[in-house]
């Protein structure tokens, strides 16, 4: 049996290429306040094919990865966009291989929902974000209306079978259970997509 990991790598790697018209679900003005005040050493986990890239400011190391080597070809193709200094690597958010305190930032967009253990993945973060960084997360999640959430629910195995992505992952209790601090919580679209500016140190 393959393990979650390789399932969902396969099916990101199918998508690829339809991909840029997927990720239009995360609007260019909130990529570009979240990105648009960052110093140092940048982390984006699940970089998917890019998107963020033009949007990052100059003097800005920014380590991209994904486990998927298909998104990061096309990914790959929109660095001379950028006004950032960008790599890219294929890495498992869940097994990242950095260092303890390597960045002082960590940027992602959409990525829990296909993160086979999330909290694993959220506990690589803490560890490789610097004791005074931040992690940055625009995130789509669990709706708090009953009816809302019980319809994600019913709809969630198909989503994840089509394209390896959970509508219903309840990420605030994750951050808890990973030893994450939110900071502060702003919703976009309904208490579905959300902005999360969250502490490693509880």
Same mark, same amino acid.
């Given at each position: 049996?393959?393990?979650?990991?390789?399932?969902?790598?396969?099916?990101?790697?199918?998508?690829?290429?339809?991909?840029?018209?997927?990720?239009?679900?995360?609007?260019?003005?909130?990529? !570009? &306040? @979240?990105?648009?005040?960052? $110093?140092? /050493?940048?982390?984006?986990?699940?970089?998917?094919?890019?998107? *963020?890239?033009?949007?990052?400011?100059?003097?800005?190391?920014?380590?991209?990865?994904?486990?998927?080597?298909?998104?990061?070809?096309?990914?790959?193709?929109?660095?001379?966009?950028?006004?950032?200094?960008?790599?890219?690597?294929?890495?498992?958010?869940?097994?990242?291989?950095?260092?303890?305190?390597?960045?002082?930032?960590?940027?992602?967009?959409?990525?829990?929902?296909?993160?086979?253990?999330?909290?694993?993945?959220? !506990? &690589? @973060?803490?560890?490789?974000? $610097?004791? /005074?960084?931040?992690?940055?997360?625009?995130?789509?999640?669990? *709706?708090?209306?009953?009816?809302?959430?019980?319809?994600?629910?019913?709809?969630?195995?198909?989503?994840?079978?089509?394209?390896?992505?959970?509508?219903?992952?309840?990420?605030?209790?994750?951050?808890?259970?990973?030893?994450?601090?939110?900071?502060?919580?702003?919703?976009?679209?309904?208490?579905?997509?959300?902005?999360?500016?969250?502490?490693?140190?509880?």
């Amino acid at each position: 049996m393959k393990k979650p990991t390789n399932k969902i790598k396969e099916r990101y790697n199918r998508i690829s290429k339809v991909y840029n018209i997927m990720d239009h679900m995360i609007r260019s003005s909130w990529r !570009k &306040e @979240i990105l648009s005040d960052l $110093k140092g /050493e940048i982390l984006e986990v699940g970089v998917g094919t890019g998107a *963020s890239f033009e949007y990052y400011p100059m003097k800005v190391n920014v380590t991209g990865i994904d486990f998927s080597p298909k998104m990061l070809d096309i990914a790959q193709s929109k660095i001379p966009k950028s006004k950032a200094e960008i790599k890219l690597l294929e890495m498992d958010i869940e097994q990242m291989n950095f260092p303890d305190n390597s960045f002082d930032t960590v940027i992602s967009s959409c990525v829990f929902c296909s993160v086979p253990n999330p909290i694993e993945g959220l !506990k &690589e @973060i803490r560890r490789v974000v $610097k004791p /005074e960084g931040k992690i940055i997360m625009l995130e789509h999640m669990r *709706s708090e209306n009953a009816v809302v959430g019980k319809i994600l629910d019913l709809t969630n195995p198909f989503t994840v079978r089509l394209t390896g992505a959970n509508v219903n992952r309840e990420t605030i209790k994750n951050l808890e259970a990973a030893g994450l601090k939110l900071i502060k919580e702003e919703y976009l679209m309904t208490s579905i997509m959300r902005k999360l500016i969250i502490s490693p140190n509880k």
